[in-house]
């Protein structure tokens, strides 16, 4: 089997599909997520904070000399991508949840009457038989 056609194979597999179509819808709810903490979460928080700008904490650890910028420990920012990590994984975790009830109720769900088995089948006859006489 040429290389070309073990690449399709995989390609064209349903859970290979379904995974790229995850990850590409992630990366953009990803981008919701930071777009929502930076622009509409961690405003106010600073704002209780005492003005604070999230994105503009930070240590330094040496000064600008000249033309050769300061170098900072800009911890605030990691502040911000913590808030953006813990909405995301709460969003995906509720996302997940909810579909997991959703398969449990579909798979709990009786689909029609019960099958029985040939056993049963002979032991109603044997009744409706002695029901007659």
Known sequence: MSMMQEFKNFALRGNVIDMAVGIIIGVAFGKIVSS???DVVMPPL???LGG???KDLAIV???AIGDTPAVLLSYGAFIQT???FVIIALAIFVAVKVMNS???KEEA???GPP????QEILLTEIRDLLKEK
């Open 52 to 54: 604070v700008d999230f």
């Open 102 to 104: 959703l398969k449990a």
């Open 61 to 63: 650890l040496k000064e």
């Open 109 to 111: 769900a009786p689909d």
């Open 115 to 118: 099958t029985l088995s040939k």
């Open 46 to 48: 600073g704002l209780l």
């Open 36 to 38: 929502f903490v930076s």
């Open 82 to 84: 913590i808030v953006d």
